[in-house]
């Protein structure tokens, strides 16, 4: 009785965070990924830390709205060893990003609400996108660069960068639980808060957390 009371529970957490698609979709070999789930891209350090735990804090009072899912880390940690591959089939990992802030969202076609949060990351990053911030819309699609390439093309996305991982290691890697998941990352490379479920990327209230962030670091 009580388990079932606890999985109930966990899917109506899941349906007030809205929408949100289980990690593990169509034909997902996760579970090959767990042997690198705990290795990290690249060292960082304490002051690193101490800045990025600093900037989470102060994100608090921004997650409100349409922000309002927004979680800041209490101990921002290193982004995980993640490969991708962009539209070219090039290889690349997080470091490709390194030096600036970094909105990564985990997404993938088959995921109905990650389709429909897509283009208001595309006009995010058309707007606030550049040396300072990289919105990254991070494919999780394991029949690969084609079905992405489709759906970008059908919507109109003219902003946003190819890149998938056909492993579907990503959403491991990062424990998230499902799709889609964002996570901001700071230019040194740690995760300062994470938004689990679909979210309108164009609101203000994004826009004005996000520049929060980017002008913390400018600060130095």
């Known amino acids: 009785m009580k388990t079932k009371l606890f999985a109930s529970l966990a899917v109506a957490a899941l349906l007030v965070l809205g929408a949100v ?51 800041p880390e209490a101990a921002p940690s290193p982004v995980p060893e993640v490969s991708f591959t962009d539209a070219g089939g090039a290889n690349h990992d997080l470091g490709l990003f390194r030096g600036k802030l970094v909105v990564l969202n985990l997404w993938a076609t088959w995921c109905a609400p990650c389709r429909h949060e897509m283009p208001t990351l595309d006009q995010l990053e058309g707007e606030i996108g550049g040396d300072r911030v990289a919105v990254v819309a991070l494919s999780v699609d394991q029949t690969g660069l084609d079905e992405v390439k489709k759906f970008f093309a059908g919507i109109k996305v003219s902003h946003l960068a190819i890149y998938n991982d056909p492993t579907a290691a990503a959403g491991l890697k990062f424990k998230a639980i499902g799709l889609p ?40």
């Open 21 to 71: 698609y289980l990690i593990a979709g169509p034909g997902s070999n996760a579970d090959d990924a767990a042997g690198g789930a705990g290795k990290t891209s690249q060292p960082v350090s304490q002051a690193d830390e101490a800045k990025a735990a600093a900037v989470a804090a102060s994100l608090k009072s921004y997650a409100t709205g349409a922000m309002a899912n927004f979680v």
């Open 181 to 220: 998941t964002t996570l901001l990352i700071s230019p040194g490379g740690l995760v300062l808060g994470r938004f689990v479920g679909p979210a309108e990327w164009n609101a203000p209230e994004a826009k004005a957390l996000i520049d929060a962030a980017a002008k913390a670091y400018a600060a130095g």
